[in-house]
């Protein structure tokens, strides 16, 4: 039906509270989902804020006991720093959603301990290392509590 005073189209039998409600439906439909983010803490390092899962990530020791989520295939690298006495051992694994892939990228600086993954299937995996505050040199002295390194990872 033609409106000839505004010169606005509007389907027969359709009001504007009609019209308006429909429209509202329709923004509350677009956005579910919305506002969702793929971690649940922020991170100092990469920032993974998103609806979807990333393709790739890389975390540090700042990120410690932070969860994130990763898409299958996506590639995951990690960077713990020390220093040339005080290293953090290699990271491990506990779950089999994540493999370890080679970095391509040579030699780390020294003092750096990398992990370098990929997404393999879904689950959930959390990685871990744990050094001493003395580091190697000091057997037997006690230097403080241990320093940790976990975070968790969510394959989708």
């Known amino acids: 039906m033609w409106n000839g005073v505004t010169g606005s189209a509007r389907p027969t039998g359709m009001t504007r509270h009609t019209a ?6 329709a923004a509350l439909l677009t956005s579910a989902g919305c506002g969702r983010t793929a971690h649940t ?19 540090t020791e700042a990120d410690n006991g932070r969860t ?26 506990d779950g089999d959603a994540l493999r370890r892939v080679a970095s391509g990228k040579g030699i780390l600086a020294l003092g750096v301990t990398g992990g370098f993954f990929i997404a393999d299937h879904a689950g959930t995996v ?11 040199s000091a057997p037997g002295v006690a230097c403080g509590p241990l320093r940790t390194f976990k975070i968790t990872i969510t394959v989708r």
């Open 68 to 93: 994130y989520c990763l898409t299958r295939s996506a590639h995951l690298e990690v960077y713990l720093h020390g220093t040339a006495q005080d290293r953090w051992p290699p990271i491990t694994l």
């Open 126 to 136: 959390h990685l871990s290392s744990a050094r001493r505050p003395c580091g190697t």
């Open 41 to 59: 803490t922020a991170p100092a390092g990469t920032p993974v804020q998103s609806a979807v899962c990333p393709a790739t990530a890389t975390v």
């Open 20 to 25: 308006l409600r429909l429209i509202a439906s």
